[in-house]
């Protein structure tokens, strides 16, 4: 039986039948707004905030999909990315400069269509958090773009390989991501 997706509207069936496991639009006038949470949100969020907005905008996305970023505890709030994940980030590329770490709090879920967490302790969090919701918008990013479910590990005081480890699993999610996006926000298979 194909899962049920509640209140989930056209494009939201279409999704469901076609085996796309993201969360129908809560507004298909609006664009699709994707949250990455981890702890901190100065390591691996962030670098997910950064990758999906590149890769996106390269699959002819840009404006359709609205990405951002928080963490569960308030530590880092208001600082700059970690310098190990701005490095690796630079280094392939992407721009992680204007970023700013702030707290996930309950009241986004409403504002946002799919919310990801990095790893189960990070999902645990935001259950806790985001009690109520019904859509099942919290997911984990390792669930949703066919990672087999992993976890992106924290990299924090790591070297810079951990980061750059934790980078080649954001990108690779990344991609399968970016196509059930293509897939769920109706775009042509031939600009997918
Ligand atoms: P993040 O990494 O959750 O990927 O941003 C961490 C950042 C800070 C801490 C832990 C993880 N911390 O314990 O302060």
Known sequence: ???????????????ALSGN????PRDASQPYRVCFVCLGNICR??????????KAAAAGLDGRVAVDSAGTGDWHVGQRMNPGARTQLAKR?????AHRARQFDASWLAGR???L??????LASLRRVARDDPDHRVRLFGEVTG?????VPDPYGGDPGEFARVLDLLESGMTRLVSQLSELLGMPAAER
Do not use: F
Not at 21 to 24: A, E, H, N, Q
Not at 93 to 97: H, L, P, S
Not at 147 to 151: A, I, K
């Open 45 to 54: 969020s962030p670098m997910a905030e950064a990758v999906l907005r590149a």
């Open 117 to 122: 967490a990095m790893d189960s302790s990070n």
């Open 113 to 115: 269509d799919l919310v």
């Open 1 to 15: 039986m194909a899962t049920q997706y509640p209140g989930c509207g056209m494009l939201g069936a279409m999704a």
């Open 147 to 151: 990672l087999g479910g992993t976890d």
């Open 21 to 24: 496991p993201l969360p129908p």
């Open 93 to 97: 590329g992407y721009d992680g400069d």
